[in-house]
């Protein structure tokens, strides 16, 4: 298996192939620290993805998109430090499975890697948890138009 890992921090990507080094012996694991890193990496054959939302050379999720228009079968998962459920739903509409706040424990990124590679979606809790008015298509978790509520995030 190999997985790419793309963060500004190397401290992050370091931590994070550690712990997912767990998942089965011999993984391989690359490293991507900006935009134009992400985007030459993903050329290589790679089983997952694992892309921080607010990276150098990143505007909204144009680099999410990107890499889904390159590598069309290639599993994303979103790791970033934002919580803002509008945010989460943009990112998963952009055709990422999953999105894993950096505040999560380890325990649930490996969990959420697990069913993202067995062909699920990984949506975290507090999304789920969000009553339907506030959840629902179209709105914000303030009730606003998710447009309003985008602005620059709504590149998909």
Do not use: N
């Amino acid at each position: 298996m190999k997985i790419l890992i793309a963060d500004d921090h190397r401290l992050i990507i370091d931590a994070v192939a550690d712990k997912l080094s767990e998942l089965e012996p011999g993984i391989e694991f690359v490293a991507a620290v900006d935009a134009r890193e992400l985007l030459e990496r993903v050329g290589e054959p790679l089983d997952l993805a694992l892309v921080d939302l607010s990276m150098p050379g990143a505007d909204g999720l144009s680099h999410i998109q990107q890499v889904r228009q390159r590598c069309p079968d290639l599993p994303i998962i979103v790791l970033s430090g934002q919580e803002d459920p509008a945010v989460m739903r943009d990112v998963l509409d952009c055709g990422a499975q999953g999105y894993i706040p950096k505040a999560y424990s380890p325990a649930v990124m490996v969990s959420a890697v697990r069913l993202v590679m067995a062909g699920g979606v990984y949506v975290p809790p507090m999304l789920l948890s969000m009553s339907g008015r506030d959840a629902g298509p179209g709105a914000d978790a303030a009730g606003q138009p998710a447009e309003a509520a985008r602005g620059r995030w709504a590149t998909c």
